[in-house]
């Protein structure tokens, strides 16, 4: 004899099972389309795998704790009320308890199984199943977007990195004794050398007009900032050989 | 007994009462109600509605003795619970105590907003007690015992209005209203030619009724409802634009057992939300407060209520 425990236990894993299909199959559905998205925004479509995958166990968890006695209720109307009041009180026992336990078991007999699972939600969701993924091979095949977002991010990323690199009136490092190893390949000596070629050019830059009057001699015209510039430079090409 | 049996005996019930009562079959139910719920009620009626008729004939049919009080300002406390006499016995005197009135099944105090403080109290300390103390000996009352206090809503001069902690103590305030016109043409005819009474069938007994009451709190209800219970009674607590005061937990203690008991009536193994939306008004009409905006705008508890069932949902 069925105890009353026992048919809420099965009825509440045939829901569990029932809920599981559903969700997977809607998060199919989900996925396909995001893959679609991805590609044809031209985003590696991998991407939408681990984002339909937390979409998949968060909905199933929110299913699941969802009210699982009213939820049965509003699918079959002949249990309304009964099902969660008895299921409520399982610790009671007396006559109109024992009653409507009977009553609710004798209710659960005449619903199908079938009735748990809407055939008509599921092929549908099989169908569209179908045509979104001949639709995601197709694009994938053909290598088409209509917008190249994923190039996009690819420039942006690369120009900040650049953008960092040059900085105006960067006093190279070598300059202000601090050697920043991974600057340039993260080899000092090409550190050093880089520095120099940097002074060599400002250097051009700054003599180039000093060149154009010869009255005065070269040291007398450049400024200070630009004679310890030339200072340095000197003491360290010798202090190199 | 199965629940089938019940509704039938109900049924069965009704159909006694109906002999002598025509129509306010709400009003008729909501006396079983409290009854089941081993509670008293409270009947706000104009004269003449059939209030003494219809306790009567439920005490008729459920083979229960019946008494009535008429209160008045000068009725006494011993008038109702009884006093010690002195008799006579082979030259001997001794003291032997009277029974008062209150010493039946079914009591219709009729008009209690007419006796004293003292004597309403008196009343009340045995519906609430179940006991009745006379010169230090201790008496308890026959079970079942119940308690209809009747309340005229016109004539509340000279009246003592029951305060509202006594008032909270009855389970329902039953309003009795007047016939339909059909109700009120059979009435008409019928009691114009009858000049008798139809004898009555018992259908219930003492133990029966006890039995029932016993049923009513064993019938079971879903933790939502109960929990939607506790949220219609809690918000009375903080309507202040249209309630002074709200009800107090005794109300949802009241409402799931009288939702119980209409459940039972209704032959069914579990509470309803039909249940406590219908059993809320009588539960809950006299434990509200209304503010004075509340009175100025002409409102009622009932219209309060009915708001709040318009809000809440379980």
């Known amino acids: 004899m069925v105890t009353f425990k026992d048919a809420l236990k099965e009825l509440d894993t045939t829901r569990n099972r029932v809920l599981f299909i559903t969700n997977f199959l809607k998060s199919v559905i989900l996925f396909f389309i995001l893959y679609l998205i991805f590609l044809l925004i031209n985003i590696p479509p991998y991407l939408a795998l681990p984002i339909i995958v937390i979409y998949f166990v968060a909905q199933l968890r929110k299913e699941i704790h969802k009210k699982q006695w009213l939820d049965i209720e509003s699918q079959h109307p002949i249990l309304k009320e009964r099902l969660r009041t008895a299921a409520d009180t399982l610790t009671e026992d007396n006559i109109i308890v024992r009653k409507l336990r009977a009553s609710v078991i004798k209710s659960l007999t005449t619903i199908p199984l079938s009735s748990f699972i809407n055939l008509k939600y599921i092929t549908k969701n099989l169908f569209a199943i179908s045509v979104l993924a001949i639709l995601a091979v197709y694009i994938a095949s053909t290598g088409f977007y209509v917008i190249d977002v994923g190039g996009f991010i690819k420039d942006l990323v690369t120009n900040f990195n650049l953008k960092d690199k040059l900085l105006k009136h960067q006093v190279p490092s070598s300059l202000t004794g601090k050697v920043k190893v991974g600057d340039v390949n993260e080899n000092q000596a090409i550190q050093e050398i880089n520095n120099q070629l940097r002074l060599r050019a400002d250097l051009q830059n700054l003599t180039m007009n000093e060149y154009k009057s010869g009255d005065k001699t070269f040291e007398e015209m450049l400024s200070k900032k630009k004679r310890v510039y030339i200072r340095t430079y000197f003491s360290k090409i010798r202090s190199l050989t | ?314």
């Open chain 2, 1 to 314: 007994m199965t629940t089938e049996k019940l509704k039938e005996k109900f049924e069965q019930l009704y159909k006694e009462i109906e002999k002598v009562m025509i129509g306010q079959r709400a009003v008729v139910e909501q006396v079983l109600v409290a009854m089941l719920c081993d509670a008293n009620a409270l009947l706000e009626s104009y004269p003449g509605l059939g209030k003494t008729s219809l306790v009567k004939t439920i005490a008729e049919v459920m083979d229960l003795k019946f008494a009535r009080i008429q209160n008045t300002p000068d009725l006494m406390p011993s008038d109702i619970l009884g006093t010690e006499v002195i008799e006579e016995v082979n030259g001997k005197r001794f003291f032997k105590f009277q029974q008062g009135p209150i010493f039946a099944n079914i009591i219709l105090a009729d008009e209690i907003n007419r006796a004293t403080p003292k004597t309403q109290s008196a009343l009340l300390e045995a519906m609430q007690e179940k006991q009745v103390t006379i010169a230090n000996k201790t008496y308890k009352l026959e079970r079942p015992f119940f308690v209809l206090a009747t309340q005229n809503p016109i004539e509340q001069e000279g009246t003592y209005l029951l305060p509202e902690a006594q008032v909270d103590r009855f389970l329902l305030k039953i309003l009795v209203t007047y016939p339909t016109m059909d109700e009120e043409y059979a009435i008409a005819e019928r009691y114009s030619k009858v000049a008798s009474e139809e004898a009555l069938r018992k259908i219930l007994g003492a133990n029966s009724v006890l039995a029932l009451q016993k049923f009513t709190r064993q019938v079971p209800i879903a933790n939502d409802l109960i929990k939607y219970v506790i949220k219609i009674v809690s918000i009375t607590r903080t309507m202040k634009d249209s309630l002074e005061y709200g009800a107090s937990p005794r109300a949802s203690i009241g409402l799931i057992l009288a939702a119980k008991a209409r459940a039972l009536l209704h032959g069914r193994t579990h509470v309803s939300q039909e249940d406590i939306d219908s059993m809320a008004f009588p539960v809950m009409r006299h434990r509200l407060i209304l503010n004075f905006e509340a009175e100025r705008k002409g409102m009622t508890t009932d219209d309060v209520i009915k708001e709040i069932l318009k809000k809440i949902k379980p």
